[in-house]
């Protein structure tokens, strides 16, 4: 079995501006690897191709370039009928529990569809049985099957769209800002779902989210974003502890520390970030980053593995 469950290549997603000529570049040449069982956390502020990064590996979106191997197979490759039957193994959990279900089905109607879909062969009483499951997997109770989203919680229907996602038993999940629309207090106990189901299913998760402190109690590894490119990827203890790329650092310092007083200052970043349209020359961080040289204002860094494994696109000497 492949170790290698997601591997992106030299990923690309120019999206046309009505202008001739003239693009935004949402995600601009990533390369990145997501291990079987593993979860991938990945950060950055808003606009930084996050989202799109994630709909792109689940071709959600079509790329503009690069490759995209799903457990060895290249989903550029394969045909619609093909990438349909694909879609069992890849799910999604999306950040609206507001938008992502349908006003018009019951809970059991939202849950019976991927089966009607992937499986039109299996009978009623099966899908009763399944569903039951389901509802019970996520915390919902039996009574919760009849229901419309109107009648939920946030955190209930949020439950809702990740028993859709495990319905059919997948590999892999994106999990796109699944909690940033829910109270702190219902955000923990979804977080806390999600993790044993993680292991009750084996799941590999892309989780996306703004939340510096949930990535870091939830994810293996930790892929940092900026303007459309991966400027650090590796181990979130590398990741968290030696902040070795300057945008990581300015990112990380933004976490509260009421603990330690002595725990280093907020690092405000200069300016504002640079258009997708017209992304600087060089380094994409230059424009804002304090210990910007000559060469990263010409010349863009490639990704250098450090010793530990991680690795950073960044002109300084790095260890």
Known sequence: MNDVLIDVKNLKKYFPTGTKGQYVKAVDDVTFQIKRGE??????????????????????????????????????????????????????????????LDPRKTVFQTLCEPFQIHYPQMSREEMIEKVAR??????????????????????????????????????????????SALDVSIQAQVINLMQDLKEEFNLTYMFISHDLRIIKHLCDRVMVMYLGNVVEIGSKEAIYEKRRHPYTEALLSAIPNIKDKDAGKRIILEGDIPSPVNPPSGCPFHPRCSKCMEICKKEKPKLKTMEDGTQVACHLELK
Do not use: W
């Not at 690069?66 to 009928?81: C, N, V």
């Not at 389901?134 to 915390?139: E, I, N, P």
């Open 39 to 100: 979860t991938l956390g990945v950060v950055g502020e808003s606009g930084c191709g996050k989202s799109t990064t994630g709909r792109l590996v689940l071709r959600l979106l079509e790329k503009t370039d690069g490759q995209i191997l799903y457990d060895g197979t290249d989903l550029s490759r394969i045909k619609r009928k093909e990438m349909r039957s694909m879609r069992s193994r890849m799910q999604i959990i999306f950040q609206d529990p507001y938008a992502s």
């Open 134 to 179: 389901l509802v019970d997997c996520v915390g919902l109770r039996p009574e919760h099957i009849t229901r419309y989203p109107h009648e939920f919680s946030g955190g209930q229907r949020q439950r809702i769209g990740i028993a859709r996602a495990i319905a059919l038993n997948p590999d892999f999940i994106v999990c796109d800002e699944p909690v």
